[in-house]
């Protein structure tokens, strides 16, 4: 396993399920100068991890296989890599995958030339540098990460659970759902709460558990306070607040509940307990008296 230098913080990883706002907290971490790599979409994933843990058999990889994957990534993004034959073998491959609909075999293979080149373009190591990635799936793997990795800092970002319900990125849902919910289902609103609701009831968990290396940062509080939130999160990340001031003003506006006006009978009553308690304030028309709230979706700090 890649070593870290001592004189560098640790390794940062950004995850969440798919929407919750990781886009903005990777822009915060690039321009803190931490590298998250060359091959990122639009959203600042870092495409590396996608085609290397993005796919559903990464359940059931076996200890020697995933300790490959998560050297690759590291010592890619530690800019220590010189893959030989046999690992450019394995990661062209590893691309021929199909993951469609979502992630089709040339475009797999587009990231699996960029890891490559990345990997044996260098004639000397660079500079050490401070590195991680941003890509929401990382929450599926995060334990075997830590076994890995473990001094890396994992920031999971996290957003109104019924707004994300409503939301049109279901991604996770059709990709995960059916090993987190116990079986297949239709991609219902009903349906993404409740894998929102499993995820983030063992992220709770994980988080109390683990507080030293995970950072639970919800969306809606940074839109309200970027400048105290950000604060928080660079004491947590061990850099330097200042650096992230210049992307501050990407943050937006707090957003309008995505939930509010619609009607919430479908959902699991247990499900619509599980966000009240995280202290987000549900807003249901239908209930006596309900209205649809403050701007805020925030009932309070959990």
Known sequence: MTQIPAA??????????????????ARLLQAAGIHTGEDLNDASDTLWFTLL??????????????????????????????????????????????????????????RARTLIAAGTMHAKPVAPRRWGWKEPNTHVVIERLWRRLPTLRYVHVVRHGIDMAFSANQNQLQL????VLG???????????????????HMRA?????????YWLDYDLLC???????????????????????VLDEVQHP???????????????????FVSSLG???????????????ADPRASAP
């Open 206 to 214: 994980l988080h109390a558990a683990n507080p030293q290396r995970m």
């Open 280 to 294: 987000y304030a549900v807003h249901d028309p239908a209930a006596p008296g309900e209205s649809p709230g403050p």
């Open 224 to 246: 309200h306070d970027p400048v105290g939130q950000t604060q928080a999160l660079c004491r947590f990340l061990e850099c330097d607040p200042t650096a992230m001031a210049a």
């Open 53 to 110: 843990f993005k796919r559903a058999d990464i359940l059931q990889c076996d200890d020697a296989e995933f300790d490959a994957l998560v050297r690759v990534l590291a010592d890619v993004l530690s800019g220590v890599a010189r893959f030989d034959a046999d690992t450019v073998e394995w990661l062209q491959a590893l691309a021929r995958i199909d993951r469609s609909p979502q992630h089709s075999a040339q475009w797999m293979e587009a």
């Open 183 to 201: 079986g297949p289902g239709p991609v219902t609103p009903a349906r993404s709460l409740a894998y929102w609701c499993r995820v983030h009831a």
């Open 8 to 25: 560098l913080a640790p390794p940062v990883a950004v995850g969440g399920v798919g929407g919750s706002g990781t886009r903005i907290v």
């Open 176 to 179: 995960w759902g059916k090993h």
């Open 255 to 273: 957003p309008r509940s995505r939930h509010a006006g619609q009607c919430l009978a479908e959902f699991d009553p247990d499900d619509l307990d």
